[in-house]
Each structure stands twice: as structure tokens, then as C-alpha cells.
């Protein structure tokens, strides 16, 4: 029997955010396979508006990484469509993980970890040395994204690109992640407090 004194369950946005997130590249992939990039591209841009759109309504709010890609996308969307030249959807991924990681790097350079600002929700308990930690982390993990799709895309084919785009990156990023989590746990300050002690 449940309290009814007790809180209600948070409902937790992952479902959401993976939707908004993996949605408008899922219908880029099925759009390209089954016409052409630039109907993909075109179907890319109309489902990038629509995710931000639909993160507004639902949560009140558009994520600043949401905005920030979505902004890309439409941007040399439109080039790779107005010019009709698919580099220009091919080189956003690169500039994207350059930008991120310029921002990170100059977080960590003014001991104001920039990663703070859009993941603090996701632990609220981390440490400012976490934060910088896990910001540097991250900052080098963009720049290696952003070598890496420059050497896919220009030694590969569209659909290898694409493939890449889904079954490696995004992985990629979720694993690295997950291999961050045991540093986060050490920077909280319950633990940290542990660890001094056992000093």
C-alpha cells in the first residue's frame, strides 16, 4: 500500500530527450535510403524544427545544445540544399564538436566549467572539481569526434557516413559516458569527504 503522504515519483525526460535527440537523424537515415541526401537533408531540417518545437511545448524550455545543433543543422542544411553540394551537411558534425569543445576548453581555462550550466540537473551533486574534471573530459572527447568524422567523411561514402553517424558515434558518446560515471562518483562531496578521511 502506498503513502499518500509520500512525494510523487519524478518523472524522469530520458525517453524524451533520446527521441529528440536520435529522432531527427533516424528519419535523415530512412529519408536517404529510401530517396536522396538532398530530400534527406530537406526532411533533416523540418525534423530538427519540429524536435525543437516539440521541446518547447513539452518542457517549456529548449535545451542550449538542442538550440545549438538545431541551428546548425538548418544552417548548412540549407547550404548543402541552396548549393547542392552534400559537403556542407557532411562538415556540420566537425564544426559542431570543434564549437562544443572550444566552449569547454575555455570553461575549464576560467575555472568556470561550461558543461556545469547544461548538465547540472543531471548531478546535482558534483563537485566544482568534478565539474572541472568531467568538462576537460569531455572538451578532448569532442575534439576527437570532430577528427573523426572529418576522416569518415572524406574517405568514405554518404551511406557509410551515415551509417558511422548512428552506429558509431552516438554509441561513442554514450560510452564514453558511462566510462566517466566511476569519476563522478569519487567527486561528490559525500565521497570526497570519505576519502579525506581515510587519508
Known amino acids: 500500500m502506498t503513502d499518500p503522504a509520500a512525494p ?21 537515415l530512412l529519408t536517404y535510403w529510401a530517396t536522396n541526401v538532398w530530400i534527406a537533408t530537406g526532411a533533416f531540417m523540418a525534423a530538427t524544427a ?81 565539474w572541472h574534471l568531467l568538462t576537460r573530459n569531455f572538451a578532448w572527447f569532442f575534439v576527437a569526434m570532430a577528427i573523426a568524422n572529418e576522416l569518415v567523411w572524406r574517405n568514405s561514402s554518404t551511406g557509410f557516413w551515415l551509417g558511422y553517424k548512428l552506429w558509431g558515434a552516438f554509441p561513442a558518446t554514450l560510452l564514453f559516458g558511462a566510462a566517466n560515471i566511476p569519476m563522478i562518483l569519487r567527486h561528490t562531496p559525500k565521497a570526497e569527504e570519505a576519502a579525506d578521511k581515510g587519508k
Open 8 to 28: 510523487p515519483p519524478e518523472n524522469k525526460p530520458a525517453a524524451p530527450n533520446l527521441l529528440v535527440d536520435l529522432g531527427p537523424l533516424g528519419i535523415f
Open 50 to 130: 519540429a524536435a525543437i518545437i516539440w521541446s518547447r511545448v513539452k518542457h517549456g524550455k529548449v535545451s542550449v545544445m538542442l538550440m545549438f545543433s538545431g541551428v546548425m543543422v538548418l544552417f548548412f542544411g540549407g547550404l548543402t540544399i541552396w548549393l547542392h553540394d552534400e559537403t556542407f551537411i557532411k562538415m556540420k558534425p566537425t564544426l559542431y564538436y570543434a564549437m562544443v569543445a572550444g566552449l569547454l576548453f575555455f570553461g575549464t581555462i576560467t575555472k568556470k566549467p561550461t558543461l556545469e550550466l547544461v548538465m547540472a540537473h543531471a548531478y546535482p551533486e558534483l563537485s566544482q572539481r568534478g
